[in-house]
Structures are given as C-alpha cells and as structure tokens.
Nanobody, 120 residues
Framework: QVQLVESGGGLVQPGGSLRLSCAAS????????MNWFRQVPGKQRYLVARISSGGSTNYTDSVKGRFTISRDNAKNTVYLQMNNLKPEETAVYYC??????????????WGQGTQVTVSS
C-alpha cells in the first residue's frame, strides 16, 4: 500500500507564493518520475511540472521561470515552489508518482489533491 499526501495549499493574493509538498509512504522500493498536475472544475487535469529520479525537470510553458519542482529522495518527498501566482492558476493541485513497490510491481499513484486559490 502506498500513499501520497499533499500539503501547502491555501489562499494567496496575486503575485504571492506558495510551496506545495507531497510525501510518499508505504511499501516503496523505488520512486521514479514525480509530477504535479492541476485541475479546475469541468476541465481536464494537466501536467504542470515533472522531475525525474535523477533530478531532470520539465515545466509547462506558462509556469517556466515562476515555479520550481524539487525532490528529497531521502524523504520520498516532492515539492513545488510557486512564485508570482496568477488568479487563473486557481485549481486543485495533485501529486503523482511512478513507484516500484514491494514485489517489483511498478504503478502510478495519485494524492488526494490540495486546493490553491489565488485571489485578492
């Protein structure tokens, strides 16, 4: 059994910053790519940032230069530092990870989501 638990969401003014965290726990053998997605009601969930097990990163164009994804492999945790937030980035942010569990099965896991609201 594996769990991804997000934290750090909340209400922030336009131009403000938030740092999201996502900790993975359970029968983990290896953590591969770790990702942050976001979703607004009625729209598709889409990828915001990705970090590989080796630390390579990718971002959707709209967040480049403002968001930073990082990970602490010792803590099985991924972070998303979000700066200069915009109202249109109000969404539920989801953590996602590709994980090898005990028994050598590799599966895709999701957190429960954390709400980020950017509003004055």
């Amino acid at each position: 059994q594996v769990q991804l638990v997000e934290s750090g969401g909340g209400l922030v003014q336009p131009g403000g910053s938030l740092r999201l965290s996502c900790a993975a726990s359970g029968s983990i053998v290896s953590l591969y790519d770790m990702n942050w997605f976001r979703q607004v009601p009625g729209k598709q969930r889409y990828l915001v940032a990705r970090i590989s097990s080796g630390g390579s990163t990718n971002y959707t164009d709209s967040v480049k230069g403002r968001f930073t994804i990082s990970r602490d492999n010792a803590k099985n945790t991924v972070y998303l530092q979000m700066n200069n937030l915009k109202p249109e980035e109000t969404a539920v942010y989801y953590c996602n990870a590709l994980i090898m569990i005990t028994g050598w099965s590799v599966n895709d896991y999701w957190g429960q989501g954390t709400q980020v609201t950017v509003s004055s």
